[in-house]
């Protein structure tokens, strides 16, 4: 297998560039065969850098204009032709990478990657695709990002694009596959659910247990999580804030008195995994499906943590040969129908 390329937007994101650095570094010192591009401006870079020391990995690519996250995004790739995002894009477009990572302008990345990288033929919309943590492992959740007002044949798409994900990814053969709605009956939800539950009812080749309510994703009862964004950016979003809430509140109770204490140090060890498992910075970004080159999208806010698993999902990503998976399971079924 070949060395994975990773070009890594530097200056998008609200700790940029000092955590985007740190989790190229995390990431290089996982003797992974790869190469990070590190793209924004240089003296910048370097400066970071120079905490830390030096990778044969790590190879700088200078880019003096910064996209900000208040930017219009159209305008912004346009007209920014050396910032750092749009020569990631680039990079990816012309080969020259073979994925990268952003914790830049959510628009931007939506935008560039239609517009620069392209979708791979015979997909209608590309969405943005997290894991989420759940009781038995994690989930995909696709949509929770990219495509706010879907219609019935996006969803169909997500849900083979997940299958596929999931199966080859994470390992989970015939990956149960659910469509978010208010209820477990064919008959709830909008007109969106309601006309999308039969097609995925009778679509061969996915796994189509029927409908999810929210409540029920962490007990991880499906694998994919099917939904427009605007359903999956808020269920992303909760998540992170019940989750966030949850651990603070354990951490807290843990220090109430000499007794919880005790208990504390004895299960430390166990605990301290636990919460780990229910990080979402833990499982990466979220890559955004069907281009022809990966693109995955983090947490603005992201740490070094996150951006380290986000380029060592890339690795995964290109040695898994994901996109020709997905080009072959929707070619097939495009002549099928």
């Not at 830390?52 to 200078?62: A, F, G, N, T």
């Not at 504390?264 to 022809?292: C, M, Q, R």
């Not at 999208?297 to 060592?312: D, P, Q, V």
Request: proline letters at 4%; hydrophobic letters at 40%; aromatic letters at 4%.
């Amino acid at each position: 297998m070949s060395k994975t390329i990773i070009a890594l937007d530097c200056m998008g994101g609200d700790n940029a560039p000092g955590e985007i650095v740190k989790g190229a570094v995390l990431a290089a010192n996982e003797n992974k065969d790869m190469l990070i591009k590190l793209v924004g401006r240089e003296d910048d870079i370097k400066k970071e850098l120079e905490k830390y020391p030096s990778s044969d990995k790590l190879e700088i690519v200078d880019a003096k204009e910064v996209i900000e996250t208040g930017e219009p995004p159209v305008a912004a790739i346009r007209k920014k032709k050396d910032s750092s995002l749009v020569k990631c894009m680039y990079m990816v477009k012309k080969g020259e990478a073979d994925a990268m990572v952003s914790a830049g302008s959510t628009g931007a990345n939506l935008v560039g990657g239609h517009v620069i990288i392209g979708r791979i033929k015979g997909v209608e919309r590309p969405p943005l695709a997290p894991l989420i943590p759940t009781k038995t492992g994690f989930s995909l959740l696709i949509d929770c990002g990219a495509n706010v007002d879907a219609r019935p044949s996006h969803l169909l798409q997500f849900a083979k694009m997940g299958s596929v994900y999931m199966e080859n990814v994470v390992g989970i053969k015939n990956p149960k596959v659910a469509l978010v709605n208010i209820g477990a009956e064919e008959e709830k939800g909008n007109a969106l659910v309601k006309e999308t539950y039969p097609l995925l009812k009778e679509m061969e080749g996915i796994n189509f247990i029927g409908n999810i309510e929210a409540r029920d994703i962490p007990n991880g009862d499906a694998d994919v999580i099917v939904c427009d964004a605007f359903v999956g950016n808020v269920i992303l979003k909760l998540y992170e804030g019940v989750a966030s809430v949850l651990i603070d509140k354990i951490k807290g109770s843990m220090m109430n008195s000499i007794k919880t204490k005790i208990g504390a140090l004895l299960i430390k060890k166990d605990l301290k995994k636990t919460l780990k498992g229910f990080s979402l910075e833990e499982h990466g970004g979220a890559p955004l499906l069907g281009l022809n080159g990966l693109l995955v999208k983090t947490h603005g806010s992201s740490k070094a943590i996150e951006i380290k698993n986000s380029i060592l999902q890339c690795i995964t990503f290109n040695e898994l040969d994901i996109n020709n998976k997905f080009k072959e399971k929707l070619s097939l079924e495009s002549k099928e129908d």
